[in-house]
C-alpha cells in the first residue's frame, strides 16, 4: 500500500509512487465533471482532432515500410563496409515512434516522430545522410525529402505515401540491434555521442510521460484540448519562443499528478489555476532529477550557471534531465500568462454557468490586438530552396525578438505570431508577422519614438550568414500598421468586419477599462492585470540581480536604487515601472520575502520532500478550496531548486551574432542586404532614439532626417550608418545622416489595440 496522499498506480501489483510532491487532492469525479467532460470529448471530435481509422491504419503500413527500409539499409551498408556473413545476416536497425504519436493525441496529417537506430558501425553523416537519403531518393513513394543534417537534433524530413515523416538517427555502441531493445535503459547512453543522446531522448521522454502520470486516457484527453487551446491562442511554438508538444505535455502531465484521480473537465480547470499562480523560473518536474551513472549534464541550477537564467524551466523526466523550454524568452513568457490567466478566468466562468467550451477555445485575433507590426518577407528562386531558406530563418526569427527588446530596454515589446503566411499573387514567398507595443505602465512622453533600425540590420546580417545561402534568397523586414494589413493574411483573403457577437477578450477589456479610475495616466490603460504581469518579470529579473550579486563572485553592483543601472549590459532604472512608492515598497518586501524563503532552504534533496511540504498531505475529504488549493501550490514551489532570472540569458544567446557591431561587411554580405528597397521615398521626418526612463538614455543608434512611405501603410526598416559602440551598448559619436528611411513608431501609437479600429 502506497502512504496516505502519495500519488500511486498500480504497476503488477506493486504501487509506483508518481510525482516529486504530494497531490494537492485525490477527491473524484463529481456528476458535473462527468457531464462537462462529456461534452468537452464531443467538442474535440467535433473539431476534427482525431484522425480517421483510413489514416490510422495508412500510418501504421508506413511506419512497417519505414522499419523494412531501414533493416535493408543496414544490410547493405555492413556489407559494404567488408563485415563477413554472419555479421551481414545478424544486422539490424529499429525504428522507435515519440512525440504525439506515441503520446496518442497526434490529428489528422500530423507528422510522424520517428527514431532510427542503428549499430556502431552506421555513421551519421556518411551512411544515414548519405546512402539512406539516397535509397530515400530513389523511392517512388518518398517524397519532399529534405535532410537537415546540422541542426541541433540531426533530422531527416519526407513524406512516405502522403505521411510526413521526421526522423532522427542514433548509433548505439551495439555491433547487433537486437529486435527487443529496451532504449529506457540509462545504459544505452554508453559512449554515445551528443547527437545521439539528443536523439535518443525523445523517446526517452515521451516513454517516461507514459508512465508517471496516474491515468493514460485522461492524460490524453486533456492533452488534446490543452494542445488545441494553445494553437487558438496563438502560444503553441518552441521555435517561436512559446511552448511546443513536448512542453504542453510536461505541464499537463504534472496537473494529472497533482489531481490523479481527476477527469479532463477538472484537469483543465486546474491546469490554469495552477500556472496562473504558478511563480517562474520555479521549475515544473515530474520526477527527482537523478544524477546517473554517465557523467552527463543534467539541469541543476545550483551547478550550472547558465540554467540559472531559464525563465520557464519545464524539466524532462530522463536521464539526462534537461529544460525543454530553454528558448521562452521574457516576451513570451508575459504572453503565455496573460493566457493562463484568460483560462482560469473563463474555467471559473464555467463553474458558474456564464461560458461554455467555446469560449475557451475562442482564438486569438493576432492581426486586431496591436496597431503596430512587424513584417518579415521571405523569397528564393524555387521551392527546395524556399524550404531550406524558411527553414533558417524560422529559427532566426526568435532573436529578433531577442534584439528588440535588449536594444530598447524592454521598452518596446513583442508579440511573434507563431506561422507563416503566403501569398497566392506571389509565389515562392512568405511572410511572418511580429506584434509591437509600448511596455504597459511606462509614462508616455508625447513625439519620442523607437528606432530600431540598427536592430533590425544586426538581424538580418545574422540571417544572411546562412551557411547555404544562394542567390535568390532574401529577406526584407517591414513595419506595417494594423489598418494596412495585406489581405492574405486573413481567412479566403478577406478582411473581416468587426464581429457583432462579443468575444470574452473584448469583453474582459471592457471590464477592465471601466474598472480603472478617472484621471488614471495612459500608462495604466490597459489595466492592471496586464502591469502586474510586466511587474512580476521587472522584480523576478531585480531578485535575481540582488541573488547573483552576492553568489556569482560580485559581479553586479548593487548601485543607487534611485538611478539607472546596468543588468547584464541592459539599462534599467529603479523608476522604469512607473507604480505609486507605497505599491513599490509592498512589492519589494513581498519580493524579498520570497527570496528569503526561497534561499532559507526549502529544497528537496534527491526527491524526498521536507517536512514542510510534507504536512500537506491531500485527503479524500471534500474539495480543497481555492484558498487551500493556493497554499498547496505555495509548498509545491517551495523546492527543490533555486534559480533565478536575469537578461543575461538572452545575452549569451546574442552572444554570437553581437560582435557585427564592430565588423565591416565584405561586398558579399552587402550585396544581400543592400537588395533592401524603399517602397516610395517621397517625405521626410525626424526620429530620435530616445527611450523615456529616468535618468535620460542615449541611443546607440543614430537618428535623423527619414523617408517614410506617402501612405504610411509599409515602411522599410534600414540600418543607420553604423557606429562603432562603447562596451556598455552607447554610442560617443554624433547622430549621422540617414538616407535610408527608418521606423517610427510613436510612444502613444504603441498600446494594445483597443475596441476600435485605427
Same mark, same amino acid.
Given at each position: ?145 529534405? +535532410? ?111 489531481? $490523479? ?51 520557464? +524551466? *519545464? ?19 508575459? *504572453? ?79 508579440? $511573434?505570431? +507563431? ?7 506571389? $509565389? ?67 478582411? $473581416? ?198 535618468? @535620460? ?21 534600414? +540600418? ?14 554624433? @547622430? ?23
Amino acid at each position: 500500500m502506497g502512504s496516505p496522499g502519495i500519488s500511486t498506480r498500480n504497476n503488477g501489483g506493486k504501487q509506483q509512487r508518481l510525482g516529486i510532491t504530494e497531490p494537492i487532492s485525490l477527491g473524484g469525479p463529481t456528476e458535473y465533471d462527468e457531464i462537462k467532460t462529456r461534452e468537452l470529448e464531443k467538442f474535440l471530435r467535433d473539431v476534427g482532432l482525431h484522425e480517421s481509422q483510413e489514416e490510422a491504419v495508412l500510418r501504421e503500413e508506413v511506419l512497417g515500410r519505414l522499419d523494412q527500409i531501414v533493416k535493408n539499409w543496414v544490410k547493405a551498408i555492413s556489407r559494404s563496409k567488408g563485415l563477413n556473413e554472419q555479421l551481414v545476416q545478424e544486422a539490424n536497425a529499429k525504428i522507435f515512434t515519440f512525440g504525439s504519436y506515441r503520446l496518442g493525441v497526434h490529428g489528422p496529417g500530423a507528422d510522424i516522430d520517428t527514431l532510427c537506430v542503428g549499430p556502431r558501425y552506421a555513421t551519421r553523416e556518411e551512411d544515414f545522410f548519405g546512402e539512406l537519403y539516397r535509397m530515400l531518393s530513389e523511392m517512388p513513394e518518398v517524397t519532399e525529402l529534405h +535532410p537537415v543534417p546540422d541542426a541541433h537534433v540531426p533530422v531527416m524530413k519526407f513524406k512516405c505515401k502522403g505521411v510526413s515523416i521526421d526522423l532522427l538517427y542514433a548509433k548505439l555502441s551495439l555491433w547487433v540491434i537486437p529486435e527487443d531493445l529496451d532504449i529506457s535503459q540509462d545504459s544505452i547512453l554508453q559512449n554515445a555521442d551528443e547527437q545521439t543522446v539528443r536523439s535518443l531522448n525523445g523517446c526517452r521522454v515521451t516513454d517516461q510521460i507514459l508512465r508517471l502520470v496516474p491515468n493514460i486516457r485522461n492524460f490524453r484527453t486533456t492533452l488534446r484540448c490543452m494542445r488545441f487551446w494553445a494553437k487558438r491562442r496563438g502560444v503553441y511554438s518552441n521555435v517561436a519562443g512559446f511552448l511546443g508538444g513536448i512542453n504542453w505535455a510536461l505541464l499537463v502531465a504534472r496537473i494529472c499528478q497533482l489531481y $490523479p484521480n481527476a477527469l479532463p473537465n477538472m484537469l483543465v480547470s486546474r491546469f490554469f489555476r495552477v500556472y496562473t499562480q504558478w511563480r517562474w523560473p520555479n521549475p515544473v518536474m515530474l520526477c527527482a532529477i537523478e544524477e546517473g551513472s554517465l557523467g552527463l549534464q543534467v539541469w541543476d541550477p545550483r551547478r550550472n550557471p547558465k540554467d540559472r537564467f531559464h525563465l520557464m +524551466p *519545464i524539466i524532462t523526466p530522463a536521464y539526462p534531465c534537461m529544460n525543454s523550454s530553454y528558448n521562452v524568452s521574457s516576451s513570451t513568457l508575459r *504572453i503565455m500568462t496573460e493566457e493562463f490567466q484568460r483560462g482560469n478566468e473563463i474555467c471559473e466562468a464555467m463553474e458558474a454557468n456564464k461560458a461554455d467550451w467555446d469560449t475557451l477555445f475562442e482564438p486569438f485575433s493576432f492581426f486586431e490586438a496591436y496597431k503596430n507590426y512587424l513584417q518579415i518577407d521571405i523569397n528564393a528562386e524555387n521551392e527546395d530552396d524556399l524550404r531550406n531558406w524558411k527553414g533558417w530563418v524560422e529559427s532566426r526569427l526568435r532573436q529578433l525578438t531577442l534584439k528588440i527588446e535588449r536594444h530598447t530596454y524592454n521598452m518596446l515589446q513583442c508579440h $511573434p505570431h +507563431p506561422g507563416e503566411f503566403t501569398d497566392k499573387c506571389r $509565389p515562392l514567398h512568405c511572410s511572418y508577422f511580429m506584434g509591437l507595443q509600448r511596455k504597459q505602465g511606462v509614462p508616455v512622453n508625447d513625439g519620442e519614438q523607437f528606432d530600431i533600425r540598427l536592430t533590425v540590420e544586426e538581424f538580418k546580417h545574422s540571417v544572411n550568414m546562412y551557411n547555404l545561402w544562394k542567390p535568390g534568397m532574401e529577406i526584407h523586414v517591414t513595419h506595417v500598421k494594423r489598418r494596412n494589413m495585406p489581405s492574405f493574411v486573413f481567412p479566403s483573403g478577406i478582411r $473581416p468586419s468587426r464581429p457583432s457577437k462579443a468575444t470574452w477578450d473584448s469583453r474582459r477589456s471592457s471590464a477592465e477599462k471601466s474598472s480603472e479610475c478617472k484621471g488614471v495616466s495612459d500608462a495604466f490603460d490597459d489595466g492592471r492585470k496586464r502591469k502586474r504581469i510586466d511587474d512580476n518579470v521587472a522584480n523576478t529579473m531585480k531578485v535575481a540581480k540582488s541573488f547573483a550579486g552576492s553568489s556569482l563572485n560580485g559581479e553586479f553592483n548593487e548601485g543607487n536604487p534611485s538611478a539607472g543601472v546596468f543588468v547584464g549590459g541592459v539599462f534599467a532604472s529603479a523608476n522604469l515601472i512607473g507604480e505609486p512608492k507605497e505599491e513599490k515598497e509592498e512589492s519589494n518586501r513581498t519580493d524579498g520575502i520570497n527570496n528569503i524563503k526561497s534561499l532559507a532552504g526549502n529544497l528537496v534533496q534527491n526527491g524526498e520532500l521536507n517536512s514542510q511540504t510534507k504536512d500537506l498531505s491531500a485527503t479524500n475529504d471534500a474539495p480543497f478550496s481555492k484558498e487551500a488549493e493556493k497554499l498547496a501550490i505555495e509548498k509545491i514551489m517551495s523546492g527543490p531548486y533555486v534559480t533565478n532570472q536575469t537578461l543575461l540569458q538572452e545575452l549569451d544567446e546574442l552572444e554570437d551574432d553581437f560582435e557585427y557591431r564592430n565588423q565591416v561587411k565584405d561586398s558579399g554580405v552587402n550585396a544581400k542586404v543592400s537588395s533592401v528597397e524603399s517602397t516610395s521615398a517621397n517625405t521626410t521626418a525626424t526620429s530620435l532614439a530616445n527611450v523615456p526612463v529616468s535618468p @535620460p538614455v542615449t541611443s546607440s543608434y543614430g537618428a535623423g532626417p527619414s523617408t517614410s512611405c506617402p501612405s504610411g501603410d509599409l515602411e522599410e526598416l534600414e +540600418p543607420a550608418e553604423l557606429v562603432a559602440p562603447l562596451s556598455n551598448g552607447f554610442s560617443s559619436t554624433a @547622430p549621422v545622416v540617414q538616407q535610408k528611411p527608418l521606423i517610427r513608431l510613436s510612444f502613444t501609437s504603441l498600446g494594445k489595440a483597443s475596441g476600435k479600429s485605427t
